[in-house]
């Protein structure tokens, strides 16, 4: 019986497979612990072999005694391989593990590996839930429609399932073609026929080209945009902004919704901010080239509250406000790396000492990720280059959306409308005033009471 080899790599799935083969050896014979210390050091290589050197001359500089046991040596290993947020990742992947591109039985022996790993003891029925949920649509709605008692049986079936569509689908292709086959047989005097008159074919050519050219110079009145008319401009809504601020809009008009756009497309939150945000000085356009000045500008879920968005290639860091720190309580953690900044607020420069992990939402894509904690006024969330680079982001300069592959799945940010941003920095600016004149007005009763005592 060989003992497995272990180098050290922080791989936290490798080491904790090691120490299962290694409990597995255990159980054949019966070692005693010094011995099944010894044994599973034999096989240490590169830098597990170099860690464990410099831990026993660590103990002994400290006094401590030696690790003679096979529990101390997995409880000082996994404090070194393991990191402390694994076993939260696993619990997180599992509850967001879905099919996707994967066949039936690889989807259900990674969820099973990851309950083992995660230690997850649950009903079968509880199992049996997780499963049928992240399977894909096609197969879920047949295999819910049986009664199945074991786990086993209900993969055995989905099994069944998936291999049916993938036959069916085969024919299904295979009949298309054979009857645009017999089509095209059946047509062969028709073709012949355009062929013996030039003068029709030459007519049809001269109609196909006039059509498409006139729907080319077509021109909306409306947003002066070209390739439809006005009844049917994307661009319906008005507003009118008087003098005095105020804003008018038609209830009537359309803004973009999640019902317009595609199936992986992600569109901003509703609802009223978290916090005020500074609002922009001039009036929004709309139009052809309505996103050409801006920048992109959206709304998302964090800890259920709604919170601005700002995605920006020119910014070397994440960024969290301090202000929704505060708000929604999320605890921060000490920069490893201070620095100073000086670009983000009035305050003139200020220097950056803590981080936060900000876990967050926009439609179907949730994600997290570490941003530095800044008291900025522009937004509540600046996603910059570290999180363009980390999803492999493109960017469209057109239509400004941003698209990438998460998990499997395409993602693609749509940003707000420039007359959205607009009417949201209108309302946040009433409502920072609202603000300060509380804290103004909460400030002169602190100095009424301390002025009686």
Not at 384 to 413: A, E, I, M
Request: proline share 4%.
């Amino acid at each position: 019986m060989k003992v497995p080899s272990f180098k050290g790599k922080l791989d936290p799935d490798a080491y904790i497979e090691w120490e299962t083969k290694m409990e597995f050896i255990f159980d054949c014979h019966e070692y005693s612990n010094r011995k099944k210390v010894k044994l599973a050091l034999v096989e240490f290589s590169d830098y597990a072999l170099t860690w464990w050197d410099q831990l026993l001359i660590t103990r002994r500089r400290n006094g401590e005694r030696p690790i003679e046991t096979w529990d101390e040596m997995k409880s000082v290993m996994r404090r070194r391989f393991v990191p402390s947020h694994y076993f939260r990742d696993l619990h997180n992947k599992l509850h967001s593990l879905k099919q996707g591109s994967k066949c039936v039985d690889d989807y259900f022996k990674e969820m099973e590996v990851m309950m083992v790993r995660a230690n997850i003891e649950e009903a079968p029925e509880a199992t049996m839930a997780r499963f049928l949920n992240g399977l894909n649509l096609e197969i879920r709605d047949r295999v819910e429609m049986q009664h199945y008692v074991e786990i086993e049986d209900m993969v055995h079936m989905a099994v069944k399932i998936e291999k049916q569509l993938k036959r069916g689908g085969g024919s299904r292709n295979n009949t298309w073609k054979a009857s645009t086959s017999k089509k095209s047989e059946n047509t062969p005097t028709s073709s012949s026929n355009s062929k013996s008159d030039p003068k029709t074919t030459n007519s049809s050519k001269g109609k196909t080209d006039s059509s498409t050219f006139r729907n080319r110079d077509i021109k909306c009145f409306k947003c002066q945009g070209r390739g439809h008319i006005a009844s049917q401009c994307p661009n319906k809504l008005t507003m009118v902004v008087r003098e005095n601020g105020e804003i008018e809009t038609d209830e009537s008009d359309s803004i973009v919704s999640p019902e317009d756009c595609s199936d992986d497309e992600e569109v901003a939150v509703q609802g009223d901010l978290l916090v005020a945000r500074r609002a922009l000085n001039n009036q929004s356009k709309e139009g052809d080239d309505a996103q050409r000045e801006n920048i992109f500008h959206t709304r998302c879920y964090v800890q259920g509250k709604v919170c601005s968005v700002i995605i920006d290639g020119g910014s070397c860091t994440n960024v969290a406000s301090t202000s929704m720190v505060e708000k929604l309580g999320i605890p921060t953690m000490k920069h490893q790396k201070p620095y100073k900044l000086q670009w983000l607020n009035d305050s003139g420069e200020v220097r950056i000492t803590k981080q936060v992990m900000v876990s967050f939402r926009i439609g179907r894509y949730e994600d997290e990720v570490l941003c530095d904690v800044v008291p900025m006024q522009a937004t509540h969330l600046l996603l910059g280059r570290p999180w363009q680079y980390d999803r492999h982001v493109s960017h469209d300069d057109f239509t400004n959306k941003y698209t990438f592959v998460y998990k499997t799945k395409p993602v693609t940010l749509v940003p707000m409308s420039p007359i959205q941003v607009y009417q949201d920095q209108v309302k946040l600016q009433q409502d920072a005033k609202k603000e300060s004149e509380g804290k103004k007005e909460s400030e002169k009763k602190k100095k009424m009471m301390n002025k009686k005592k």
